[in-house]
């Protein structure tokens, strides 16, 4: 059966299934927080948008976003998968230079690369850089120049694009961050600079308007406003994109107020969009990059904590706390994110009360579900909760000296560890002696 509209099952002893695996049998093993990641659900998205892509024959790169969840295990299931992958960091860089994933499909993010990061993505030859800011682009021209070396770079444009999403994870707007603002004359600016350069080999444009997205329309509209830069920059300087990268942000099912579009859908809509204006410049399409995070690792994630105390408050509210909490998924505290979730062994067990997971972080903040559907429960219970196979692990902090939890992979039946889980003395190995 699926649990919750989510994509694991149970065992004849009632028990929430991974991968193949009783979830009981993986939180006595590794014990508790535990990250599990069914690896079979992270490769059938892979495939889903590689596939959509491979239908409409057209040229198309489909890069995973690591900052949703990176470990050297990962990493290497995507190469599998003939993904590229896009960092944002030294530590992601470095984290997919050794799991041996091909430093040429290798894509670099951020808004604030240092020098030394770009030295590092120059000195591994990695396939791309985007370009975010006037800054990086001086700092990229002297380190070319230095080595006599070229780079191609895609350049991250915000075309103006508003979105119904939680404001922290919208980005293609005009007042953003990222990139070269199209409205106000920067992204023409940027690209006068880096159109025709010795050293560095302008490819395409880059935009990505935000993120847990349910439609297509604000992806077409921005294509639409990619393609009217374009057409300027075509009759001025000649200039055809080879590559448009249009990012990510595909929505995914945390709770059942959301309905994502089949990811097929999202990639006919942008396809079709580009083709389209393509055709109206007389140019040739260019080959359409994606970067898909969330919607590959997210909802193949399920997070496991033993329930511990619990608290009856008459009239208002029953409190259960969990081993984990805002260290291990930031997200409800963050962004009043909403997971559902189950009592692993007791997953067939209809649920007769409501009551409100409380992390156990010193905060007042640190709640993981409100008013949760449970059935009667008790200290020592497994709870699951599902979705949670982005933007957990890879947001965790140790707040409260809290030791991050392990990470697990299960596939066919089969568990592997692939990130221990720290220990106190992980949690002081860099302390040093005042004494």
Not at 259 to 267: G, I
Request: aromatic share 8%; with cysteine.
């Amino acid at each position: 059966m699926i649990i919750n509209h989510h994509p694991f099952s149970t065992n004849d002893k009632g028990n929430l299934v991974i991968g193949g695996v009783d979830s009981l049998t993986l939180a006595e093993k590794y014990g508790t927080p535990l990250y599990v990641y069914d690896v079979g659900i992270i490769r059938k998205n892979a495939r889903s948008f590689i596939k959509a892509f491979e239908n409409l024959d057209v040229k198309a790169k489909v890069a995973y976003a690591s900052k949703a969840f990176s470990c050297i295990a990962m990493v290497q299931v995507a190469n599998q998968e003939g993904l590229c992958l896009d960092v944002v960091s030294q530590g992601e860089l470095f984290t997919a230079l050794e799991a041996g994933f091909p430093s040429e499909r290798i894509h670099m993010h951020g808004n604030n690369k240092s020098r030394h990061e770009l030295k590092m993505a120059i000195d591994h030859q990695i396939g791309c850089i985007v370009i975010d800011n006037f800054y990086e682009i001086q700092l990229l021209e002297e380190l070319l120049q230095q080595e006599g070396k070229t780079m191609d770079v895609l350049l991250r444009v915000t075309p103006g694009v508003e979105l119904n999403t939680h404001q922290y994870i919208m980005t293609g707007n005009e007042d953003s961050k990222f990139g070269f603002n199209i409205v106000n004359g920067q992204a023409d600016q940027a690209f006068q600079l880096l159109h025709n350069h010795k050293h560095i080999r302008l490819k395409g444009l880059h935009c990505h308007i935000g993120s847990q997205i349910f439609e297509t329309e604000g992806f077409k509209v921005a294509v639409d406003l990619l393609f009217e830069q374009i057409e300027k920059w075509l009759d001025r300087d000649g200039f055809k994109p080879q590559v448009l990268n249009l990012g990510g942000g595909y929505g995914i099912r945390y709770t059942e107020i959301d309905n994502p579009l089949e990811y097929n859908v999202y990639v006919d809509e942008i396809v079709e969009a580009v083709k389209k204006n393509s055709e109206r410049l007389n140019i040739l399409m260019p080959e359409i990059w994606i970067e898909p995070g969330r919607s590959i690792v997210g909802n193949a994630g399920v997070s496991l904590y033993t329930v511990g105390s619990s608290k009856e408050i008459p009239g208002i509210r029953n409190y259960i706390s969990v081993d984990g909490g805002m260290a291990d998924n930031i997200r409800p505290a963050l962004y009043e994110a909403k997971y559902e979730a189950v009592i692993a062994n007791k997953a067939t067990v209809k649920p007769i009360e409501k009551a409100s997971i409380a992390g156990k972080a010193c905060e007042s903040g640190d709640m993981l579900i409100w008013d949760l559907p449970l059935p009667e429960t008790e200290p020592g219970d497994i709870l699951a909760v599902f979705a949670t196979g982005a933007y957990g692990y890879a947001m965790a902090s140790n707040y409260n000296r809290l030791a991050k939890p392990a990470v697990v992979f299960v596939e066919d039946g089969t568990d592997k560890l692939v990130v221990k889980g720290e220990t106190a003395e992980d949690i002081i190995k860099n302390d040093l002696s005042y004494e």
